[in-house]
């Protein structure tokens, strides 16, 4: 179990771009990917600003390279976009004999499509195209066209936690690979934007009808996005001994309970502050050793106060430099784990620091105030990466250069 | 890895909620749709709560309560479900208000307990259990990665007693949905004859099932939970044998080390060849079971074969109506489970005396 492991891949679709080094790009240029609604079809278009991925879905079937569409929907096609780029960017090869786990994690699945066929769903009458979209509902759907797609058998599941969801992919993959189960696997989480989401989030009044200001006195909610990230995760001593590109190392990891509410953080964050400690004792780091958090700050009045509390409960006086990525992204929900780890291993590898954007005036209720410049050569060797949800599910992960 | 069974609760189209009742009567349906049975929710939650919580979540929060009364464990070290539809009731409730309202005048209570892991969070808030909680959707394998999950986190030897769920709800509008699909058979027949019908199809049912794994040896224990696989889009029937002879191989056994096999046979002429299959390459003098004729099929129905053969170990004997083939042997030491949903997500555990 002392098996240490290695992040080999990295694949991304966002707001910010349809790959890793666009993402990139996007991040250092402080070019948010949040704007007014173009292509989900919703009354709160003009009104709420979202982050999309800048294609229609008939867009996305050709980056996916699908010649006949049986039944893709929104989400299965960016998973499958983010998925195959961190395959191909670790090496593997469909069918190499190396046995590989699939683990997506997503919170709404095929939602996208069940909401505009829902009602000719259970009308018995009603027969088309559309039928082929049915078997697409359920979060399972999109995992396995994923393994489908890159030839995966060995193992495949999924994961919804709410919003930690993909955080706990990289963690169940790490855990697969240590047990011995599987040698290789390919871990991360997407969601396609619905009207069901913003709907849902809308009823709990914490959607900002401007952009989101994550760690702002200001903040009013979060803003709503979509994309895929993923990882590949394999034994760091054969990835070394392969000569493999390594990004980093997964050193640390953690899922806790809040057990306070079913959609509220506790204010003190209860959960985060077990959550990063845990993963810190795992890692065998020391607390001063992390150098960024990329924090959860989903910009809600709650989420980022009891993040704060948290890590002021967690660090001390000495809070590391940290930033929230959603105001480029958005919350990305079961993808913003994934989402969130293929930045951290950017930094890592690029030893730079990202910008909170939109951020303007620190809480009252503390000091903390979020990195608002792209830092360069920041001598980034150990970051922090934070992901709670609904149901008080909170994860946290550490990355570590290799 | 492995785990004991210390304790069950399980709610289901059967009188399953009641510790003595092993399926000593069954109940059949004439619907092709079944639902679970009520226990009385009042007893188990406080009329306040309940008025808030869709069935699904009534029957999930019950069975946990069941599972940790029987267990005796009060407080576990983990909270780890499994369900391939999550909270459907509340989902259809949102979207159809959703779609019907033209996105006005929606409430966020349906919303809220729309996401897969409102039960495991709604038990970890019941026992203000801060630990390690998680929820795996995906088809066939839901409950299969939340019981591989509770393996691995006692294999690791961060927690000592884990509360596992598989859960799924059947609803009219998922039936008649999916039955656009071919999944469900066009004829109505009475479940208890599910597998004379020889049509294609089969019925669509529900269930949640808790069970309590522990590292601990106790007089308590149901059984062992020895061993676990899962097999996905086999390209035929002889990679199923094998991938059954390679499990049973890991795990030191062969067939003849068998005495039951609980198969998950739905009735579905296109597949339920492989079970056959089996018994005739591989258990053709072992006892056999099924089980989908008293919970129908379902996402997380493993589960249901769980508890059906924990319990025959423990009480060491096979109900009736669950009996195929030959009669059980005397003692009951080792049941394979097989199952699979829609010749898709294969699974196999393996369940033994303590």
């Known amino acids: 179990m002392s098996e240490r492991i290695a992040i080999t891949g990295l694949g991304i679709i966002s707001a910010i771009g349809d790959n890793v080094q666009q993402n990139l790009a996007s991040l250092r240029a402080k070019r948010s990917g949040i704007g007014q609604i173009k292509y989900l079809e919703t009354i709160h278009k003009g009104i709420l600003p979202i982050a999309e991925v800048k294609h229609t879905d008939e867009e996305l079937l050709q980056i996916a390279g699908i010649v006949e569409d049986t039944g893709y929907t929104r989400t299965a096609l960016l998973g499958m976009i983010a998925a195959k780029e961190a395959f191909d960017n670790s090496g593997a090869k469909k069918g190499d004999g190396i046995r590989t786990a699939l683990i997506s994690a997503t919170t709404v699945g095929g939602m996208g499509s069940t909401e505009k066929f829902y009602l000719d769903y259970i009308n018995p009458e009603k027969t088309g195209d559309f039928v082929k979209y049915i078997d697409s509902h359920d979060c399972g759907d999109s995992a396995e066209k994923i393994a489908d797609n890159l030839g995966i058998k060995d193992f495949i599941t999924s994961i919804n936690t709410a919003c930690s969801s993909s955080a706990n992919a990289l963690m169940l993959g790490a855990r697969l690979i240590k047990h011995g189960i599987v040698d290789r696997v390919v871990a991360g989480g997407v969601d396609g934007l619905t009207k069901f989401t913003i709907n849902g989030f809308n009823t709990l009044m914490i959607l900002d009808k401007e952009y989101c200001k994550p760690f702002d006195k200001n903040r009013t909610g979060l803003t709503l996005g979509e994309g895929s990230g993923f990882v590949v995760l394999e034994s760091l001593d054969a990835a070394q001994k392969a000569g493999k590109q390594i990004y980093c190392e997964l050193a640390g990891y953690a899922n806790t309970c809040d057990a306070y509410h079913q959609t509220a953080s506790s204010p003190e964050g209860t959960g985060a502050f077990l959550s990063m400690s845990s993963a810190l004792a795992l890692s065998g780091l020391k607390i001063e050793d992390i150098d960024y958090v990329n924090v959860h700050g989903t910009a809600t009045q709650i989420n980022d106060l009891s993040e704060g509390n948290a890590m002021i409960k967690f660090f001390g006086n000495k809070v590391p430099k940290f930033s929230s990525t959603k105001g480029y992204t958005g919350h990305t929900l079961g993808a913003a784990g994934g989402i969130e780890a293929v930045f951290s291993a950017l930094s890592i590898h690029n030893n730079i620091i990202f910008p909170n954007l939109n951020f303007k005036d620190k809480l009252d209720e503390f000091d903390l105030v979020p990195v608002t410049d792209l830092i360069e050569n920041a001598g980034v060797k150990n970051v922090l990466s934070n992901s709670f949800g609904f149901g008080g599910n909170n994860t946290s992960l550490i990355f570590s250069k290799a | ?354």
């Open chain 2, 1 to 354: 890895m492995k785990a004991y069974i210390r304790g069950i609760g399980q709610i289901s189209p059967q009188q399953t909620f009641a510790k003595d009742d092993f399926l000593d009567t069954v109940v059949g349906y004439n619907t092709n749709m079944l639902f679970c049975i009520d226990p009385v929710y009042k007893e188990f939650i406080n009329p306040l709560q309940l008025r808030r919580m869709s069935r699904t979540l009534r029957m999930g929060v019950t069975a946990a309560k069941i599972c940790l009364t029987d267990s005796g464990i009060e407080m576990p070290d983990a909270v780890i479900t499994g369900t391939g539809f999550g909270c459907i009731e509340d989902t259809e409730k949102f979207l159809l208000a959703m779609l019907n309202n033209n996105e006005q005048q929606l409430t966020p209570t349906a919303f809220m307990q729309s996401t897969h892991n409102t039960i495991s969070g709604q038990v970890a808030i019941m026992l203000k259990c801060k630990e390690y909680n998680s929820t795996y959707v995906n088809r066939g394998f839901s409950f299969e990665t939340a019981l591989l999950d509770s393996l691995m986190l006692i294999a690791e030897g961060n927690a000592h007693k884990i509360l596992l769920g598989g859960f799924d709800e059947n609803s009219v509008n998922l039936h008649v949905t999916t039955e656009r699909l071919g999944h469900w058979k066009k004829e109505k027949i009475n479940s208890l004859q599910l597998l004379e019908s020889k049509t294609s199809g089969t019925i669509s049912g529900e269930g949640a099932t808790f069970f309590m794994l522990t590292d601990k040896e106790d007089v308590n224990n149901y059984a062992l939970l020895k061993g676990l696989s899962t097999l996905y889009k086999p390209e035929n029937e002889k990679e199923v044998e094998q991938h059954t002879i390679d499990f049973l191989k890991r795990n030191n056994l062969s067939a003849a080390d068998i005495d039951l096999v609980v198969c998950g046979l739905n009735g579905d002429v296109r597949t339920d060849g492989v079970y056959y299959h089996l018994r005739d390459k591989l258990f053709a003098e072992t006892a056999g079971a099924y089980f989908k004729h008293l919970c129908g099929d379902y996402y997380t129905s493993s589960a249901f074969a769980l508890w059906l053969s924990a319990n025959a170990i423990k009480k060491q004997v096979v109900p009736e109506a669950v009996r195929l083939g030959k009669s059980p042997a005397a003692a009951l030491k080792n049941i394979l489970i097989v199952n699979h949903y829609r010749d898709i997500n294969y699974s196999f555990m393996l369940v033994s005396q303590c």
